[in-house]
């Protein structure tokens, strides 16, 4: 097994873990909505890889990738969450079925750690279904006192 942070060499990669990832999670995605998130998706890693606003870190066995761990990040004003001003949101953890129960997606998430604590992220924050809450705990992550809301525009 190979462990490895993304650059824009894997772009094509990238894309479609995104793109597997948001069908799994959504179940489906029209011919339209794919050939605009493949656009979006391209010129979203092309500038944010190269920033350092961007990390992915790919699993691969076999030659074959089978999980990845995507990490967003941000500056902030500072607070007691974040007190360096850098939070990150985790996103896109996948592990693709013929791979899972290998502890992949728990080894890209701690590799992901690792990346965000060498540029001084103070936080990261997730939204995790029911089957990754388990490994998130283990990793140390906690529920937050507040609640996540969202407005859609």
Same mark, same amino acid.
């Given at each position: 097994?190979?462990?490895?942070?993304?650059?824009?060499?894997?772009?094509?990669?990238?894309?479609?873990?995104?793109?597997?990832?948001?069908?799994?999670?959504?179940?489906?995605?029209?011919?339209?909505?794919?050939?605009?998130?493949?656009?979006?998706?391209?010129?979203?890693?092309?500038?944010?890889?190269?920033?350092?606003?961007? @990390?992915?870190?790919? *699993? $691969?066995?076999? /030659?074959?990738?089978?999980?990845?761990? %995507?990490?967003?990040? #941000?500056?902030?004003?500072?607070?007691?969450?974040?007190?360096?001003?850098?939070?990150?949101?985790?996103?896109?953890?996948?592990?693709?079925?013929?791979?899972?129960?290998r502890g992949?997606?728990?080894?890209?998430?701690?590799? @992901?750690?690792?990346? *965000? $604590?060498?540029? /001084?992220?103070?936080?990261?924050d997730l %939204?995790?279904?029911? #089957?990754?809450?388990?490994?998130?705990?283990?990793?140390?992550?906690?529920?937050?006192?507040?609640?996540?809301?969202?407005?859609?525009?």
């Open positions: 097994m190979e462990i490895y942070k993304a650059t824009l060499n894997d772009l094509k990669d990238l894309i479609q873990l995104r793109i597997d990832f948001l069908k799994m999670d959504a179940g489906h995605l029209s011919e339209e909505d794919e050939k605009a998130i493949r656009a979006q998706l391209k010129g979203y890693f092309e500038k944010h890889l190269p920033s350092g606003d961007f @990390i992915a870190t790919i *699993a $691969k066995m076999d /030659g074959n990738i089978a999980s990845a761990a %995507f990490l967003v990040i #941000e500056e902030r004003p500072a607070n007691l969450a974040f007190i360096t001003g850098i939070a990150a949101t985790l996103l896109n953890v996948i592990t693709y079925p013929e791979y899972r129960h992949l997606a728990t080894k890209v998430v701690e590799a @992901i750690i690792q990346e *965000a $604590k060498k540029i /001084g992220v103070s936080s990261i %939204f995790s279904t029911g #089957e990754g809450k388990r490994i998130y705990k283990k990793l140390g992550f906690k529920q937050p006192a507040y609640e996540a809301m969202r407005l859609k525009l």
